[in-house]
């Protein structure tokens, strides 16, 4: 069974600073990763998606990288602002269940001004 | 654009009551899904949609329902509401399955049940 594992769960950085958000991933015979951003009270917003075939994916001052064949996953925020406070979810998209997604249960990023 | 949609935003129910979450995509999505989210554990599948006329189950169905009678919607129904499904509720759809690059997931703003 496949398991998701985000580390750290809580994350507190003064604002400029460049940080890493981790994923893990058991089995690697996955479609694709997504990295999701979570508000609060909110509903879940699509940063970056890596194909299973990828090694990476950047957007703005987003980039993640992907390697299948250890099982991990990392985002990275360069330059962090307050506005990026909020909750990372990592996903993986598996073959079975109609290619349902594997959720990680997040990393809580609060950036501090 | 609408992308995808639910109804209602907020619900607060009595044990036993019964009730329908709706879900909307206006993006021909063959596939879509219902997920909950609890605190500390990240979203899991309910169920889960390949077409219009077609269910499936997916980890934690039990106490649920669904039905996809148009392409566009998917209707998740709690017969029986109990204390343990509140939670969030969130719909997503995408592309039809594959290797291919459209199968990224879009989520709806979800819906807060409260089950008293």
């Known amino acids: 069974k496949q398991e998701v594992t985000q580390i750290p769960a809580a994350l507190s950085v003064p604002e400029g600073e460049n940080l890493v958000l981790n994923c893990s991933f058991t089995?690697?015979?996955?479609?694709?990763l997504q990295w999701f951003r979570q508000d609060p009270g909110k509903g879940l917003t699509s940063l970056l998606l890596i194909q299973s075939s990828q090694r990476e994916q950047t957007s703005g001052r987003l980039n993640a990288s992907l390697d299948k064949s250890s099982g991990r996953s990392t985002l990275y925020i360069a330059a962090s602002q307050p506005g990026d406070s909020a909750t990372y979810l990592c996903?993986?998209?598996?073959?079975?269940?109609?290619?349902?997604?594997?959720f990680g249960a997040g990393t809580i990023l609060r950036v501090k001004s | 654009n609408a992308g995808v949609t639910q109804t209602p935003k907020f619900r607060v129910l009595k044990t036993g009551q019964s009730m329908t979450l709706l879900c909307a995509q206006d993006?021909?999505?063959?596939?879509m899904y219902w997920y909950r989210q609890d605190p500390g554990m990240g979203l899991r599948l309910i169920h889960y949609s390949v077409g219009e006329g077609t269910t499936a189950k997916g980890e934690v169905p039990d106490g649920y329902n669904v039905s996809r009678l148009k392409k566009q919607n998917f209707l998740l129904g709690l017969e029986s509401a109990a204390p343990s499904q509140t939670s969030v509720y969130f719909c997503a759809s995408s592309y039809t399955t594959g290797r291919s690059s459209y199968n990224e997931q879009f989520f709806g703003p979800g819906t807060r049940l409260t089950v008293l």
């Open positions: 996903a993986v998209r598996q073959m079975e269940y109609g290619n349902k997604l594997v």
């Open positions: 089995d690697s015979a996955i479609y694709n």
């Open positions: 993006m021909n999505h063959e596939y």
